[in-house]
């Protein structure tokens, strides 16, 4: 399995809506769905840090992942633009693999 973990800082008080557009009903879930190895995708929350997320995008390979995002490269990031403004601080973790 390939993983892609990002870490948010969400900005005050726009919480329902960060949760509803990376959780498993929203817009990045719906897009991913569409793609070849797409697997899921969780979405967590700091418990010291109420403004603090992570998600972990879960891919049948890294192959899967860098080719839906090669063909699907607009939409990628019409979608990201889109989402820009709910978070103060985005950042990615990096890229994993299961043992």
């Known amino acids: 399995m390939y993983f892609i973990i990002w870490d948010f800082l969400i900005k005050k008080d726009l919480k329902n809506e960060f949760?509803?557009?990376?959780?498993?009903?929203?817009?990045?879930?719906?897009f991913f769905k569409k793609g070849t190895?797409?697997?899921?995708?969780?979405?967590i929350k700091?418990?010291?840090n109420e403004r603090r997320y992570f998600t972990i995008d879960q891919w049948e390979s890294q192959e899967d992942y860098e080719s839906f995002k090669k063909r699907n490269r607009k939409e990628y990031k019409?979608?990201?633009?889109q989402?820009?403004?709910l978070a103060d601080e985005e950042k990615l973790i990096g890229?994993?693999?299961d043992l």
């Open 37 to 43: 190895g797409y697997s899921s995708t969780l979405l």
């Open 83 to 85: 989402c820009e403004f």
């Open 19 to 30: 949760e509803k557009t990376y959780g498993n009903e929203g817009i990045w879930v719906s």
């Open 78 to 81: 019409k979608i990201d633009n």
């Open 95 to 97: 890229y994993f693999s």
């Open 46 to 48: 700091d418990r010291t």
